[in-house]
């Protein structure tokens, strides 16, 4: 067998769907396990949107569509962008993918080479720098700290800028911490990338799910025409992971590039998906409130409970649907800790150092499972520290 591509060495994985599969195999072996590994919220996706992609595929839509995605939903896309953002962009500048990894690849293979550099958070979505290191960029890391709520600040981006950046990468509400950034966090950064002429990827799809805090898009500040690459979907704010639906908002000369990309990869998103995506967000929105709701509660709950066990030390997160407890004081390491808790309480986590080097010392919990579980977690816990 002749020696695979270079690059496959540049890539990464999703450390989330590894401890799956090994749960699952340990659940063939009758062991009971509770999943908090996973960020998919256990709810199911709303009826409207069921009710739309049914009726989709009973109309026959079926074929091909534009690689761009269909205008329905391009412009569904931006009534929700003036909604949320306070602005609107023209139909050219939205992309829709199976999802916001292919926006975000997309994204970075078009903007992004060998001797550039990528500004990411640390911890974070894991992504981020597999597909920058893919595209043959260096991945400067941002230690965010605890102590900061986990927030990456204007000074902290200042201090990582070079000749040779090209591209800053930021995620609020952020994944895997729930930490949210301010407004001077993100008119800073985003005043970075202007003054040094850098493209800026803004993941917002955790945008819906906050507790008690404001949503800022530094796309508000150039409304994505000129640096800003906005990424968001439809998994989190709608449960529908498994519909494949996200999208990116981008200055059209970059979407231009983007759907070439498309059409040499994914030629075009499934039909129907796109039709109950626009059902999704012309439609009710009381599923999403009651969803966010629930979720507010369990994470409550989750760091009440954190907090009561040895060894751990758990901050209250803004956003999405994780805590990323501090477990240094129980001696172990963060892939020490999750094996532990996996094999001797059937518990599944993510190590911290999953989201890189900084997450060394912590553990991530998915709070999007139930109330029920996550009081049986917290007892377990108890019980083994």
Not at 290 to 295: A, H, I, L, S
């Amino acid at each position: 067998m002749k020696p695979f591509a270079k690059s496959m060495a540049r890539i990464g994985t999703e450390s989330a769907f590894e401890v799956l599969a090994r749960c699952r195999e340990l659940e063939r072996q009758g062991k009971r396990i509770l999943h908090f590994e996973i960020g998919e919220p256990d709810f199911p996706s709303p009826p409207h949107v069921v009710e739309a992609a049914k009726k989709a595929l009973d109309q026959g839509f079926t074929h091909y569509t534009p690689p761009q995605g269909i205008l329905e939903l391009r412009e569904a896309v931006c009534e929700e962008i003036e909604r949320s953002r306070g602005f609107k962009p023209k139909p050219d500048q939205v992309i829709i993918g199976p999802g916001g990894k292919p926006i975000i690849l997309f994204a970075m293979l078009a903007t992004v080479e060998e001797g550039d550099e990528v500004i990411v958070q640390d911890p974070a979505y894991p992504m981020y720098a597999s597909i920058a290191n893919y595209a043959g960029a260096k991945v400067v890391p941002v230690r965010l700290r605890e102590e900061n709520d986990f927030r990456m600040t204007a000074e902290d981006v200042n201090e990582k800028v070079t000749r040779k950046t090209k591209m800053v990468v930021i995620n609020s509400p952020q994944n895997p911490t729930g930490s949210v950034l301010s407004k001077e966090d993100v008119t800073g950064i985003a005043e970075i990338a202007e003054d040094n002429d850098l493209w800026l990827l803004s993941d917002e799809i955790y945008n819906r799910i906050i507790y008690g805090a404001e949503h800022f898009s530094p796309a508000t500040r150039d409304a994505a025409a000129e640096r800003t690459i906005l990424v968001d979907g439809f998994s989190k704010a709608y449960a529908m992971t498994g519909y494949r639906l996200g999208y990116g908002v981008a200055p059209e000369k970059l979407v231009q590039k983007m759907v070439v990309l498309a059409i040499n990869t994914i030629s075009c998103v499934t039909t129907f998906v796109q039709l109950a995506g626009v059902a999704a967000l012309k439609g009710p929105q009381d599923s999403t409130a009651k969803m966010v709701g629930e979720f507010r509660a369990r994470r409550d709950l989750i760091v009440s409970g954190l907090n009561g066990v040895r060894g751990f030390k758990c901050a209250n997160p803004k956003g999405a649907f994780y805590v990323f407890p501090n477990i240094t004081r129980t001696g172990m390491g963060s892939a020490e800790c999750g094996n532990y808790l996996l094999e001797k309480g059937g518990i599944a986590v993510l190590p911290g150092t999953a989201f890189g080097d900084a997450g060394e010392g912590y553990v991530r919990f998915s709070y999007a499972t139930s109330r029920e579980n996550i009081k049986e977690m917290i007892e377990k816990l108890k019980a083994l520290f």
